[in-house]
Each structure stands twice: as structure tokens, then as C-alpha cells.
């Protein structure tokens, strides 16, 4: 058993958390135990809680047995799950890394923002404006103290870093993706940092993040804090805890690559992974999210710590997304619909779903209200606060999730969804009835189809264009 391993398995067990998964609950068939999302009676509020955002990265919305993954067991995840309410119907911000993570930090659509537009961040030139308002620096001037740990992927130095963006600690990756034990990335070059600095450490990089984010949120803090914990884990390259020979042949390919696109096929490991490699992938971002989770029980700020875990979009190569559609990079279902799960003891009641369509926007919308922060006026945001929802029981405005991708588009009201793909057709399906979309409903109604079509194009000519495009 390795280190992190043992760790694991010893905090949980000694924090009374470890228990056996009864049986996956399907998307269309929960647990018996979980009922309809309800808001707890209103009570009188308490103190203003800690927040901690989890996010996986490219991990597909089924690939928790909670979700209906047949092969894959979660535990940690399905107790969280558990304990707070399970949404069916989340989405990411959009369908890869770097817009999603614009839309969270920002609350806005990725297209708002120049950096927005690179999908994802590719280069130095790229990247979140210090200067555009986010979650940390909006929660910091509200009196929260702010980290991030693990996968920024919005700018690298000198021009970007969390640090310049309201965060006050930074420790992880800038880029998209990195060889788990080197750590070279996307760039081709060294990519761990403590702040603005290298720090250096050639263990494997899921045992590294979990370690900073157990050391933060064990310590005693003074004031509510913001923790944006951001694993890369199941991102390629497909590489487990015990994989560091491998790993060693892919950052040999990193080093002797002569162009950008070389670096990114040697982390891209085509001639790697299975599903039995992604299986062991994902139980070891449960793992890690358990040891996070029992490091806050034994701290004894479990009760007022809002806990939000997401993915980044939907899953990739080896991802269970049945019965959705499509993958990460797409608009269809399985490219941004994630599963997204929320937990705090303190105000929300566990054991409860939630069929409340909500994607990224929305979320910084809520922590946003729920932690006394105003939005910058000057930067409006786009998603809508879930707080009244949660903790009032008041009904959510009737409102489209709209999303944009070079080559997609794709708008959703209410159980309809807008989608046209890379060859300019235009679709409707009905999710209720169609979750696979495969039942075009275009030719039958194709009033719906126009007004959905219009709403699209009209939230679109507030966007900035992609370069290139008039």
C-alpha cells in the first residue's frame, strides 16, 4: 500500500468515514434514501461558511457510482452525496477546461472575456485579465481569506496568475495538463508552483494536492475562507499512483519534443490508458477528496463549510457517459452535463436530489450571495444565484442556460434544448423524454426551434467574436 494510500484509508477509518457502497444509484433511479430536494425551514442565519469547490477534471458525468458508473466505486463521493443533494441536471460553463474555469472564476459566459475565447489556453499570450473581478477577489473584499490548489489553466506568468486574481495563496499547475511525477506540461517545462515560484516535487501529483489542501483546511483560520481545490485527475496522461515508469516515458517524450504539438501528443497518451486504468483514476480522486473531507471533520469546520464538487465538462476517452451523448469538446449532453454534488450540514438537508437545470455561472452567482459579496456592478454576471432555492425554498426564475464553442452551439429552457452541431444543422430535443438526443424534434416544431434558434443569437451579439470572425 503506498503512503498516500495508508493515509487515506487511516483518516477515514479513524474519522468513522469509510463504509461500502449499498448499490450505484442510476440517474434515473436513485437510492431509496434520496428524496426530492426540499429547503430546510428558514431558521435564523448563522456565521458566513467556509467554502470549498472541488472540481475533477474531465471527469464524465457517470463516472460515479452515485451517477450510475456500474465498474467504478466512489464512496467518499457517494456519502457527499449523501449528505447534501445531488444534481441531475448541472452542466459545466462550457466543454473544455479553460472556459469552464473562466465562467466559475468570473460568473459570466466565457465569451465575455478575451481569454475567454481560447478553448482552452494554449500559450503566454492567453489568459484571465488580473484587472476582470472574480470569486476571490469579490470574497476577499467581503472578508474571506482565498487559496487555490492544483490546475489554474487560465494564463501562465508573468501576465497570469491566481495570485494576481484575488486569490492570496497559489499552489499547483498554471497549464492544462501535466505528466503526473515530472511534472512537465504543457508548455513543455516545469510546471508546480508555490505562488509565483517552482517548488519541487517528483511524487505523484494527486498525493502532492491532496497533501496542501488537507494542510489548509486543518489549520486555524481566523476568518471564512474560499478554497478552490482543483485536481487534474482523470485529465490524461493516463497515469495511477504506481505508474511512475510509464510516467518517466512520457516526460522522456515531453523533453526530446522540438515543437508544441509534439509535447502535447507525448501528454496526450494515445498509446495508453483502459478502462481499467481510468477505473483506478477516478477511485483515486475519491480517495483524495475523502482525505480533504475527514481533514475538515477533524478540524471541526465540517458543520458551516459549504462543499461544491463539479467536473471542469464531460468526460473524455475512457469515461462512462451512458445514456448521454457526445464528450468533452462537444455541446451535446455528454460534453457538458457533470456531476455536481453540494453539501452544508449547517443550512441544506442531506439525502436529497435536485432535477434544477444549473451550470458554472450559477454557482458563483450563489457563493457569491451566500458569503456577503457583491458583484461588481461594472461586470454583471450572467448566471443566477441558487441561494433563494436552497435555503428559502423560493422557485428559481425561468431562465436559458446558454453555451458557445467554435464549431457548437447549444441553449437550453426548460426540458427543451437548442443544439446545432459542426456542420451547421440545427436540432431540438426534448431532455425529459431524450436524454440521448437522438429523437430530432426540428422538423415538428419548428416555431420552438426559431424562437430557441433567435434566443441563442441574441445573447451571442453580446459575446466577443473568436478571432478571426467578424
Not at 492544483?150 to 506568468?157: E, F, P, Q, T, Y
Not at 515508469?245 to 515531453?254: D, H, M, N
Not at 477533524?298 to 461544491?308: D, I
Request: aromatic share 10%; proline share 7%; with cysteine.
Amino acid at each position: 500500500m503506498s503512503d498516500i494510500s495508508r493515509r487515506v484509508f487511516g483518516g477515514l477509518l479513524g474519522g468513522g468515514a469509510v463504509s461500502t457502497v449499498a448499490g450505484a444509484a442510476t440517474p434515473a433511479q436513485a437510492a431509496p434514501a434520496e428524496r426530492p430536494f426540499r429547503a430546510r425551514p428558514a431558521a435564523a442565519s448563522g456565521p458566513r461558511p467556509n467554502i470549498l469547490v472541488i472540481l475533477g477534471d474531465d471527469l464524465g458525468w457517470a463516472d460515479l457510482s452515485a451517477y450510475g458508473a456500474p465498474h467504478i466505486k466512489t464512496p467518499n463521493l457517494d456519502r457527499l452525496a449523501r449528505q447534501g443533494v445531488r444534481f441531475t441536471d448541472a452542466y459545466s460553463g462550457s466543454a473544455t477546461c479553460s472556459p469552464t474555469r473562466f465562467s466559475l472564476y468570473t460568473g459570466r459566459y466565457p465569451g465575455r472575456t478575451e481569454g475567454g475565447l481560447a478553448e482552452p489556453v494554449a500559450d503566454r499570450s492567453q489568459g484571465l485579465d488580473p484587472s476582470h473581478p472574480t470569486l476571490a477577489s469579490l470574497l476577499k473584499e467581503a472578508g474571506y481569506d482565498t487559496a487555490l490548489i492544483g490546475k489554474w489553466h487560465c494564463g501562465w506568468l508573468p501576465d497570469h496568475s491566481p495570485t494576481k486574481s484575488g486569490w492570496d495563496e497559489f499552489f499547483g499547475n498554471f497549464g492544462g495538463v501535466l505528466e503526473y511525477f515530472s511534472k512537465l506540461g504543457q508548455l513543455g517545462s516545469y510546471d508546480l508552483y508555490e505562488g509565483d515560484a517552482e517548488y519541487r516535487d517528483l511524487r505523484y501529483y494527486t498525493t502532492v494536492l491532496t497533501e496542501r489542501a488537507v494542510e489548509y483546511v486543518g489549520r486555524r483560520h481566523r476568518r471564512p475562507w474560499l478554497l478552490n481545490l482543483n485536481f487534474t485527475t482523470p485529465h490524461w496522461p493516463w497515469l495511477a499512483e504506481g505508474d511512475a515508469e510509464t510516467g518517466a516515458e512520457i516526460a522522456a517524450r515531453v523533453r526530446a519534443a522540438k515543437t508544441p504539438a509534439q509535447v502535447t501528443a507525448a501528454l496526450n497518451h494515445h498509446d495508453g490508458g483502459s478502462v481499467a486504468k481510468y477505473t483506478e483514476m477516478v477511485q483515486s480522486l475519491d480517495a483524495a477528496v475523502g482525505e480533504v473531507l475527514a481533514a475538515l471533520r477533524r478540524s471541526g469546520q465540517e458543520e458551516n463549510t459549504l462543499v461544491l464538487f463539479a467536473s471542469d465538462n464531460g468526460g473524455e476517452r475512457w469515461s462512462y457517459q451512458w445514456p448521454l451523448s457526445g464528450g468533452k469538446s462537444t455541446l451535446q449532453e455528454g460534453g457538458i452535463r457533470v456531476p455536481t454534488i453540494v453539501r452544508w450540514p449547517a443550512r441544506v438537508d442531506g439525502h436529497q436530489v435536485s432535477h434544477e437545470p444549473n451550470y458554472s455561472p450559477d454557482w458563483t452567482a450563489t457563493l457569491l450571495e451566500i458569503g456577503g459579496a457583491r458583484p461588481d456592478p461594472a461586470y454583471p454576471l450572467d448566471g443566477t444565484s441558487l441561494a433563494g432555492y436552497l435555503l428559502r425554498g423560493e422557485r428559481l426564475p425561468e431562465r436559458d442556460l446558454f453555451w458557445r464553442v467554435r464549431g457548437n452551439r447549444a441553449l437550453r429552457r426548460g426540458d427543451w434544448k437548442y443544439y446545432q452541431d459542426a456542420d451547421g444543422t440545427d436540432h431540438l430535443y426534448h431532455l425529459a423524454a431524450d436524454l440521448r438526443e437522438q429523437a430530432d424534434l426540428a422538423p415538428d416544431r419548428p416555431r420552438l426551434l426559431a424562437e430557441l434558434k433567435e434566443a441563442w443569437e441574441d445573447i451571442d451579439r453580446e459575446l466577443l467574436p473568436y478571432p478571426g470572425r467578424s
